[in-house]
């Protein structure tokens, strides 16, 4: 069983920062790509961030320059600096990963989601 235990939202005011975390727990292989979702209200969750294995990382225009993404291998944990925050950042993050588990000789690779946090920028 694989689980993505994901916190670090909150209440911030335009112009605050926060910082997500979300770690990786269970009978793990490995951990490949993550990323980071989101949602607002009325409308479709959107890519805000990925990273790979390596560290690669790619991000939406609208978070690029005051998001950063990065991870920790040996926690398993990606974590998701949100600075310059805007009330148009006001959504549902989710934690996303693509996790490989072994069941006796058989590898398999999987994505899985958090359950999310809240993020709430306003004054």
């Known amino acids: 069983q694989v689980q993505l235990l994901e916190s670090g939202g909150g209440l911030v005011q335009p112009g605050g920062s926060l910082r997500l975390s979300c770690a990786a727990a269970g009978s793990i292989s490995s951990v490949n790509a993550m990323g980071w979702y989101r949602q607002a209200p009325g409308k479709q969750r959107e890519l805000v961030a990925t990273?790979?294995?390596?560290?690669?990382?790619d991000y939406a225009d609208s978070v690029k320059g005051r998001f950063t993404i990065s991870r920790d291998n040996a926690k398993r944990t990606a974590y998701l600096q949100c600075d310059s925050l805007k009330p148009e950042d006001t959504a549902v993050y989710y934690c996303?990963?693509?996790?490989?588990?072994?069941?006796?000789?058989?590898?398999?690779?999987?994505?899985?989601w958090g359950q999310g946090t809240l993020v709430t920028v306003s004054s």
């Open positions: 996303n990963a693509d996790v490989t588990t072994k069941r006796g000789s058989f590898y398999s690779t999987n994505t899985h």
């Open positions: 990273i790979t294995w390596n560290g690669r990382t």
